[in-house]
């Protein structure tokens, strides 16, 4: 925002560049609303085709360039700087959309079997693409290998045939193949299946000596060459037929090849005649061709080489990977699915973008789902009809040279259409075309007078143009530049030009210096917490101007009393005052954000209970000394605890409390101070103490407890006695057995002494026999 308003003493010490500032801070200066200029940047649409609603059955048939996918297809942005254009860009698929099929074989020796099923491939996809579109034509190319060692043999005989055997007890062919090549255009597109199948099967299969084939020269041949090829404006897919890896730029070297390719067409009589001058193209170079050109790419590929194609796939955008029967049987199949696939998806894509201009996708796609970022490019699962939207934002950081108009383009990933969309700048406010040249406000017509300043004519300088460049700076000049004969020039914040203080830009543009002499500036005033002026103020000439309930220095004093309130609704709980927002206490025994801890004190309840004792009860410390000591409250009397007066139904603090007398009975009552100063006592009027014991059973509990333990005593002395007598009757049955052993030994002696003998001498005479 620019303001042309030439107050000079507005603007003391600033250069011209000031003036450019957000509009707040424009009008805090002083610039008066009707001088400040604020272009806005806008969107227009030049061309706004609705989207074709076809159906297929309908009689009337209408051509590529009569279909519409993507409105609107062209817009006009006004960018200014900073500030993003956004708009609505509508996609819907169309029903029987033409398509145009190119169908690139692989024709080395080991897809013999494969060119067989190929033969028929004509009628029979016709017939089936017959489904999807009305309008459907189909083209054939062949490729090998490039025609140079050591990718193929160059004898006389391998040229001819390279399927020659390599016996040489015989000079039979074990197979008839064609000499081989690059690339072959066999088939331009055609609408015609039956003239397919007539070129396709008198294709003859060739031969080379490395596995990898030569099919990245064949695709570039097809993406490029679109004369050639037949290709219309309309759906364009490639099926790559292999069963092979492929060469890649820098393998032409094997065979002396270092050129790069050039990305151009080079067929001759439907043959690529460069292979042996040119490299194989770059994976990056073909996937821009095939963007640019818009075609999506099927490979078709064996089960072997499927992990190898669908990482190339990864780089190619709107590919897919198809797995291929052994023999190519499967390949209908393999298109019509691969198809569908491809059409499910819309991703959208820009042309490059100009410098410091940038770009952002939202995708509003079926079931209501949003995608951003990446994901902001693209709507999967769209079917024939279906409908999608996007939101597209372009934003301009700065301003191109001269301010020159620039036009992107932005197109649908496989489809031909593409919307054209024209960027204009805004680099110069409106008041720059009313200047006036020549103006006596600029020092006798010495520059142009303009937005309120001057544009000084070459070789002038100064404010108003005042002065010439040629002019030697004096001392003169100088002083008009120092605030005192001590000072720096221009606070040393500045430069002197033509007598006047130009202040220093900082590399902050929230940071300026100021002032006649650069004196001032506003970043040098006091922080409090890391902040400038606290953050509740503005700083001008390093003095703090603070905003409302704010004071100090640094603006980091508050005046708003709330933090300092205490929960009975008084600052700093009458015992302190509040200073900067926090409480300061003046009584040294309460402590605590509002004063309210006393760690020495007594509660509330405990302070107040020998008043409320002998006001109510008549007992307590105080009973003789009550009149004189507590009649500081106003007694209320209520019946029980329910009439109490509750916390929630008083708009001031209340406590609650609960006290016990000599007779250990309890007392309920509340205490509160109305309005700041009268203190009341709600007292309920009947003691509440504990009942006496019951006696009776008390002493039968007791009674019934000693009979209990005298027989529990009784029988463990009886079980005591019981296992004592059996252990000394054992021992004496133990006893009275050895006490029968020993009379038969004392009763009859000499038997034991005549048993000895006979026992002796029996032994003895057996031993003598």
């Not at 490029?224 to 490639?238: E, F, H, K």
């Not at 996708?361 to 999967?380: A, D, F, P, Q």
């Not at 252990?727 to 000895?756: C, G």
């Amino acid at each position: 925002v620019i303001t042309n308003d030439i107050n000079k003493k507005m603007w003391q010490g600033e250069s011209k560049s000031a003036r450019c500032d957000e509009i707040k801070s424009l009008i805090t200066k002083g610039c008066t609303k009707a001088k400040i200029e604020n272009p806005r940047g806008s969107t227009s649409i030049n061309k706004n085709k609705p989207v074709t609603n076809r159906k297929k059955d309908i009689a009337e048939k209408l051509k590529p360039d009569q279909i519409t996918q993507i409105q609107p297809q062209k817009l006009t942005l006004n960018l200014r700087s900073g500030e993003a254009q956004t708009f609505k860009l509508k996609f819907k698929r169309a029903e029987d959309y033409p398509i145009d099929l190119y169908y690139l074989m692989d024709l080395s020796f080991s897809m013999k079997d494969d060119l067989e099923n190929v033969k028929n491939l004509g009628t029979d996809l016709m017939r089936e693409m017959m489904e999807v579109t009305s309008d459907f034509k189909i083209g054939f190319g062949s490729f090998v290998e490039k025609t140079v060692m050591p990718y193929i043999s160059t004898t006389p005989a391998r040229l001819l045939n390279p399927c020659t055997s390599t016996s040489t007890s015989t000079n039979t062919n074990t197979d008839n193949c064609t000499s081989p090549f690059s690339y072959k255009n066999v088939l331009k597109l055609t609408e015609n299946g039956e003239e397919f199948n007539s070129l396709v099967s008198k294709q003859q299969i060739s031969g080379n000596l490395d596995s990898p084939e030569g099919g990245f020269d064949a695709i570039m041949q097809v993406a490029v060459c679109g004369d050639a090829i037949g290709w219309r404006n309309v759906t364009r897919l490639l099926v790559f037929s292999t069963d092979a890896g492929f060469h890649f730029a820098g393998d032409g070297k094997l065979g002396g090849i270092v050129l790069p390719n050039d990305g151009k067409c080079h067929l001759e009589n439907n043959m690529y005649t460069m292979s042996h001058y040119y490299d194989y193209p770059s994976i990056a170079h073909l996937v821009q061709k095939l963007s640019d050109n818009n075609i999506q790419t099927i490979f078709a590929v064996t089960e072997e080489f499927q992990p190898v194609y669908k990482e190339l796939k990864n780089l190619i955008p709107k590919s897919a990977v198809g797995t291929l029967s052994s023999n190519s049987s499967n390949v209908i199949k393999l298109i019509i699915d691969s198809y569908n696939s491809l059409s499910s998806e819309v991703i959208l894509e820009n042309g490059k973008l100009p410098e410091g201009v940038s770009i952002t996708y939202k995708s509003i796609c079926k079931n209501g789902w949003v995608g951003t970022g990446e994901n902001g490019r693209k709507c999967s699962n769209i079917s024939i009809g279906d409908e999608v939207s996007f939101e597209i934002a372009i934003k301009s950081e700065n301003c191109p040279p001269q301010g020159k108009s620039e036009t992107i383009t932005i197109k649908p990933l496989g489809f031909t259409e593409n919307v054209e969309i024209i960027l204009n700048f805004i680099c110069e406010c409106e008041c720059s075309k009313d200047g006036k040249p020549l103006s006596e406000m600029c020092h006798n017509g010495n520059g142009t007078f303009e937005c309120g300043a001057c544009r000084c004519n070459e070789g002038r300088i100064g404010r108003l143009c005042e002065c010439s460049t040629d002019e030697v700076r004096s001392d003169d000049l100088d002083a008009n530049c120092r605030k005192d004969n001590g000072t720096d020039i221009c606070s040393n914040n500045g430069d002197c030009v033509c007598g006047t203080c130009e202040c220093k830009k900082r590399e902050n543009p929230e940071e300026r210096y100021s002032g006649k002499f650069c004196e001032c500036d506003n970043f040098n005033c006091d922080r409090s917490n890391n902040k400038l002026c606290g953050g509740h103020g503005r700083c001008e000439c390093r003095v703090c101007i603070c905003d409302a309930n704010y004071t100090g220095s640094a603006c980091d004093c508050s005046l708003d009393t709330s933090t300092c309130l205490a929960a009975n609704k008084q600052i700093c709980n009458g015992r302190g005052t509040c200073e900067c927002g926090v409480c300061k206490c003046t009584n040294p025994k309460f402590q605590g954000p509002t004063c309210e801890i006393c760690p020495t004190c007594p509660g509330v309840c405990a302070e107040h209970k020998d008043c409320v004792q002998c006001r109510a009860f008549e007992t307590g410390e105080k009973k003789d000394t009550c009149e004189k000591d507590c009649s500081y409250f106003n007694l209320i009397r209520v019946k029980d605890r329910d009439k109490l007066p509750q916390p929630a139904d008083q708009s001031y603090p209340l406590s609650h409390c609960k006290e016990r007398d000599a007779n250990d009975c309890w007392f309920y009552y509340t205490y509160a101070v109305r309005n700041h100063t009268e203190r009341e006592v709600y007292v309920v009027d009947t003691l509440e103490c504990p009942a006496g014991p019951d006696i009776i059973p008390i002493v039968a509990g007791v009674v019934a407890g000693i009979v209990l333990i005298g027989l529990a005593l009784l029988l463990i002395w009886k079980l005591l006695m019981i296992i004592h007598d059996r252990r000394e009757f054992a021992k004496f049955e133990k006893e009275k057995m050895n006490a029968k052993w020993d009379t038969v030994r004392r009763i009859t002696p000499a038997y034991y002494s005549l048993a000895e003998t006979v026992k002796k001498k029996l032994t003895f005479v057996f031993t003598k026999e």
